[in-house]
C-alpha cells in the first residue's frame, strides 16, 4: 500500500512538473497542501476537518460537469467569471480578510460580515458530500465544500449563492444588490461561492 501511493505520488509530481504547475521545486511538490489534494482528488474524499475560524481571500468556481467546462471555454472563462465575481462581492462589501467563517465541534458555526456575526448550525452529509448551513430559522442552504488543512472553499449553485449574498446584505444594512441578480442567471451550471485560509 505504502508503495502504491508513494508512486501516486512520485507521478502526480512527474505530471505537475511536466505541466508547468505553480510548484517550483520538490519540496513545493510534497508538502502538505499539496499532498492533501492529490490524496482529495484519488479519493474523493476531504481528508481534513472544518472546525477552525476560516477568512475570505477570494471567489471560487467550480463546473458542475466536464461538459459545463468544454462549453464555457475552460480555465479562461473560469478566471472571467472568478474576476467578475470579485467585483461583485466588492461592492457588497465582502474583500479579503473581511468576512469569516468558525465551525466548532459542536455543529454550531458564526460568519462575520462587515462587523456583524451571524450564527447558526451546520451538518455535513456525507453521503452527498455536502455541508448544510442553517442560519437561525431564517434560512438553509447547502453547500459543496473543499477543505485541506489551510484552504477551504464553499461552493454554491449560482442562485443559491444569490439567496445568501442577499440574507448577508440584509443583515449587513447593504443596498448593493442591483446587479447581482443576473449572476443567478449568466452563470447556469457552474458552482460559485468563497474561498478562504485557515
Known amino acids: 500500500m505504502k508503495k502504491t501511493i508513494f508512486g501516486l505520488l512520485l507521478t502526480t509530481a512527474a505530471l505537475l512538473g511536466a505541466q ?34 476560516w477568512t475570505f481571500t477570494g471567489s471560487a468556481l ?23 465575481l470579485d467585483g461583485f462581492l466588492d461592492k457588497m462589501g465582502i474583500q479579503p480578510g473581511q468576512m469569516s467563517f468558525t465551525f ?29 448551513l442553517k442560519f437561525s430559522k431564517l ?4 453547500t459543496t465544500v473543499n477543505c485541506t ?3 477551504m472553499q464553499l461552493l454554491f449553485p449560482s442562485d443559491r449563492l444569490l439567496d445568501l449574498l442577499t440574507f448577508l446584505a440584509s443583515k449587513t444594512n447593504n ?7 443576473s449572476l443567478a442567471e449568466s452563470y447556469d451550471g457552474m458552482m460559485l461561492g468563497f474561498t478562504l485560509k485557515k
Open 62 to 84: 467550480a463546473f458542475e460537469s466536464d461538459n459545463v467546462l468544454q462549453k464555457a471555454g475552460g480555465a479562461v472563462a473560469a478566471a472571467a467569471v472568478e474576476k467578475k
Open 139 to 142: 434560512l438553509n442552504i447547502s
Open 20 to 53: 508547468g504547475a505553480q510548484a517550483q521545486s520538490l519540496k513545493d511538490l510534497f508538502n502538505k497542501e499539496n499532498i492533501e489534494k492529490v490524496i482529495n482528488t484519488v479519493t474523493d474524499k476531504n481528508t481534513a476537518s472544518m472546525e477552525g475560524t
Open 104 to 132: 466548532a465541534a459542536d455543529s454550531t458555526f458564526q460568519t462575520v460580515v462587515k462587523g456583524k456575526t451571524l450564527k447558526g448550525t451546520y451538518a455535513y452529509d456525507n453521503a452527498a458530500k455536502k455541508v448544510k
Open 175 to 181: 443596498a448593493t444588490l442591483q446587479s447581482i441578480g
Open 149 to 151: 488543512s489551510q484552504e
